[in-house]
């Protein structure tokens, strides 16, 4: 035969496999139907992916309940994190009426294994098309033009503001079961380890915010952890830069911000949180636009050797108390934006740009 229209079988095979797989997918993850790594081509996994993307399936349908928040984990290659994550969310009040979106930058089925087995709440991955694994010799992965640039190019770092940027035009945009949804989506890492009353935190500081109009996000802790005290379990702090410590916005805020996603995607910064920090600004200049809770209720797995090590992680893992109110406690209006730099390539920016 033919070696290329062999290999033109082959791949057309490949995607037929994947057409079966989901027409037959309902409210059971077929397992042993998805693709193993060590089975299909590249060509084959980019296309797998793509039509996970289209067929927006969601599992656990079965759950009657109405959604009251989605959740939006950034997946990467970190299963141990991912698992402490999944126990923390499982024990949170309230996370029977969530939908949790898992974007993923990397496939691999052991990460898949780990979220097939929720059954909390309703489900639904999706894959970031344009990820390293996706491009291993060519942009947006790593390419020779990478070293030839006068402005060398780390497509590790460059995919995680990508992938952020993707997946929040996605969910907003693409994701079409929640077309009618105005509610808030919070942006989480894989990871993050959450307290039970979360959600109970997050509900409670939406109707909070409507002593700060011009507060647009709400987070769920903040990096200035030195003098955390369990007194300030019902405070929260106002201010004008984002943390990536567990960020929430509705529809509304999205639409007004993705109209300065010029300044998100030049700014000079691989870290999304800081490009999207630099594109509020643009919108609200002097006012504060963060509400942040004073005692974190999520602590970031990766910085603590084990949840009891740090005094932030032993609170988030000890914490049982529900608070009933908030009261503010300080207002901070931070400075202007500094870069942390790895994007300036202009390839990066021209992609962020069109997505």
């Not at 089925?109 to 491009?135: C, D, E, G, R």
């Not at 004073?294 to 603590?304: D, E, G, H």
């Not at 406690?329 to 390539?345: L, R, Y």
């Amino acid at each position: 035969m033919n070696p290329r229209l062999a290999t033109t079988l082959m791949l057309a095979w490949g995607c037929l496999v994947v057409i079966v797989f989901l027409k037959n997918s309902h409210t059971e993850y077929p397992q042993s139907s998805a693709p193993m790594l060590s089975q299909v081509t590249l060509n084959d996994l980019r296309n797998f992916i793509h039509l996970m993307n289209i067929k927006q399936l969601v599992y656990n349908t079965h759950k009657k309940v109405s959604v009251d928040l989605v959740i939006v984990v950034q997946v990467h290659d970190r299963l141990p994190h991912l698992q402490q994550l999944i126990r923390s969310l499982s024990l949170a009040s309230g996370i029977n009426n969530t939908l949790l979106i898992f974007s993923h930058d990397v496939y691999q089925p052991y990460i898949n294994s780990a979220i097939h087995n929720i059954t909390f709440a309703k489900i639904m991955q999706i894959f970031y098309p344009l990820s390293v694994q996706m491009y291993p010799d060519e942009f947006p992965g790593p390419s020779l033009q990478d070293y030839l640039d006068d402005d060398w190019r780390n497509a590790t770092l460059t995919q995680l503001k990508h992938h952020w940027w993707w997946t929040s035009n996605f969910v907003f945009n693409r994701v079409r079961i929640l077309h009618d949804y105005t509610g808030p989506v919070l942006f989480l890492e894989d990871d993050n380890y959450l307290t039970p009353d979360f959600i109970h935190c997050l509900f409670l500081m939406r109707d909070h915010a409507s002593t700060c109009p011009s507060c647009r996000f709400l987070v769920l802790g903040t990096a200035k952890q030195g003098h955390l005290i369990p007194s300030d379990y019902n405070a929260v702090i106002v201010k004008s830069n984002l943390e990536n410590y567990g960020v929430a916005l509705n529809r509304s805020t999205w639409h007004e911000v993705s109209k300065y996603g010029e300044f998100f995607c030049k700014f000079d910064d691989y870290r999304w949180v800081a490009s999207l920090t630099h594109a509020v600004r643009q919108l609200i200049t002097s006012d504060p636009t963060t509400m942040a809770l004073a005692l974190p209720r999520v602590a970031r797995t990766t910085s603590c050797a084990s949840l009891s090590t740090r005094k932030s992680c032993r609170l988030v893992k000890s914490f049982r108390q529900f608070p009933t109110f908030f009261t503010t406690k300080t207002v901070e209006v931070e400075s202007a934006d500094v870069s942390h730099g790895g994007w300036t390539n202009s390839r990066d920016q021209i992609l962020c740009m069109g997505m």
